[in-house]
């Protein structure tokens, strides 16, 4: 995991702390798989590429009746500590009102994902 991830995941926790409607990020592939994983799980409400030559990813935070949608990030895997967990290895977050994700040979996965399709990968973060 690049630190682009952790920059990427560090702006979308200070943007719902600051009550910000959107944040703006670099563009990089490895991000959008990122936040298209977190758009499915319902953390943010969408995002949008804009630029030509230099990329920008804009993603819009989403509240529910003034409440943030997500109460913390934990990072795992981090740049002198790679996170790597097997299948039978990864375990539910918060009693399963967390997801973990993961990044798999088959992509980016959460951690209920990965569990189905019994593969494991490295560690990148928790969200709740």
Same mark, same amino acid.
């Given at each position: ?52 030559? *230099?990329?920008?990813? $804009?993603?819009?935070?989403?509240? !529910?009746? %003034?409440?943030?949608? #997500?109460?913390? &990030? ?33 992509? *980016?996965?959460?951690? $209920?994902?990965?569990?189905?399709? !019994?593969? %494991?990968?490295?560690? #990148?973060?928790? &969200?709740?």
């Amino acid at each position: 995991m690049p630190n682009s991830i952790i920059d990427l995941i560090i702006r979308i926790k200070n943007g719902y702390l600051a009550k910000k409607d959107s944040i703006e990020s670099p563009y990089s592939i490895f991000r959008e798989q990122v936040l298209s994983k977190i758009n499915a799980l319902g953390f943010i409400k969408d995002y949008e590429i804009k630029g030509e030559k *230099i990329k920008k990813i $804009i993603v819009n935070l989403i509240y !529910k009746e %003034g409440v943030a949608g #997500l109460t913390d &990030i934990k990072i795992l895997s981090k740049p002198g500590r790679r996170w790597y967990v097997g299948a039978k290895d990864i375990k539910p977050v918060m009693s399963n009102f967390g997801y973990s994700i993961l990044s798999t040979s088959k992509g *980016i996965l959460s951690n $209920i994902e990965a569990k189905k399709q !019994k593969i %494991g990968g490295e560690l #990148l973060f928790e &969200i709740w």
